[in-house]
C-alpha cells in the first residue's frame, strides 16, 4: 500500500478553524459606585462590550440571537445573551476581559485534550464536504496515519477537529486525493521500489549471462 506524507500542508487547508470558548459569565457584584447593569441588553455586531468598572472587554463580531460572539483581541468568546446586561455605555459582562480570557484559555485546553483523546486507531474520519475519508492507522509525534483507498497519508495533528460526524479534517474528499497524488511516497514506499527494481535488474543480468554462455557450451560438446 502506498505511503504519502502530506506534512507541507499544515499551514493551509489542512487546519480547521477554531472552535470558539463557550465562556460562561458567573455571576459577580458590580463596583461600588455603580449601579447593576439591566438584564436583557440590546446587542449589535460591532457593539463594545463592558466590565461592569467600565473597561472594555472585547468587541462584539457576531450575534445568532442567543450567543454574541465576542472578540477580546486575544480570544473569541460565545457569550449567552442572557449573561449581558444593558449598561450606559452598552453592553455589559460581569467579568473584565482578563477573567474572560483565562476562562476562554481554560476551556478551550480542555476542549483541545478531550478531542486529542478521540484520535485513537480505527477511528472514522470524515471531510470537510461530509464524505467518509478513511479510518486512523495510527497517531504518533510525526502526526495522524490515515488510511484511505488510495493509501496512506500521514498528516499533522493541527489538521484535524471536532464535526458534526465526529472526526473533521479539514479537506475535502477531492482535495485530499489531489494532496496525495502530487506528495511523493515516503521513504519506506520509495526503498521497497528501489529494492525491487535492484531485484529485477539483477535477476536480468543473470539471464544474459546464461544466455551468452550457452552457445559457447554447446560449440565445445561439437568438438
Not at 48 to 77: F, I, L, P, Q, R
Not at 118 to 125: E, I, M, N, R
Request: no cysteine.
Amino acid at each position: 500500500m502506498k505511503h504519502f506524507a502530506i506534512l507541507a500542508l499544515a499551514s493551509a487547508a489542512l487546519i480547521p478553524g477554531a472552535a470558539l470558548a463557550q465562556a460562561q459569565a458567573p455571576a459577580q457584584a458590580p463596583a461600588a459606585g455603580q449601579a447593576a447593569p439591566a438584564a436583557g441588553a440590546a446587542v449589535t455586531t460591532g457593539a463594545t462590550v463592558y466590565d461592569t468598572s467600565g473597561g472594555v472587554v472585547g468587541t462584539v463580531e457576531s450575534t445568532d440571537g442567543t450567543n454574541a460572539v465576542v472578540n477580546t483581541g486575544t480570544v473569541k468568546a460565545a457569550i449567552p445573551l442572557t449573561s449581558l446586561g444593558a449598561g450606559a455605555q452598552g453592553p455589559v459582562l460581569a467579568m473584565t476581559k482578563a477573567q474572560l480570557e483565562a476562562a476562554a484559555g481554560q476551556q478551550q485546553a480542555q476542549a483541545s485534550a478531550d478531542f486529542k483523546a478521540k484520535l485513537v486507531p480505527g477511528a472514522t474520519v470524515y471531510g470537510t464536504g461530509g464524505a467518509q475519508l478513511g479510518t486512523i492507522k495510527s497517531v504518533d509525534a510525526s502526526g495522524v496515519t490515515l488510511t484511505t483507498a488510495d493509501g496512506d497519508a500521514v498528516l499533522p495533528v493541527t489538521g484535524f477537529g471536532p464535526g458534526p460526524q465526529g472526526i473533521l479534517l479539514g479537506m475535502t474528499a477531492a482535495q485530499l486525493k489531489a494532496a496525495m497524488a502530487g506528495a511523493a511516497p515516503s521513504g519506506g514506499a520509495t526503498a521497497a521500489a528501489g529494492t525491487t527494481a535492484d531485484a529485477t535488474t539483477a535477476t536480468a543480468d543473470t539471464t544474459a549471462t546464461t544466455q551468452s554462455a550457452a552457445p559457447a557450451k554447446a560449440k565445445r560438446k561439437t568438438r
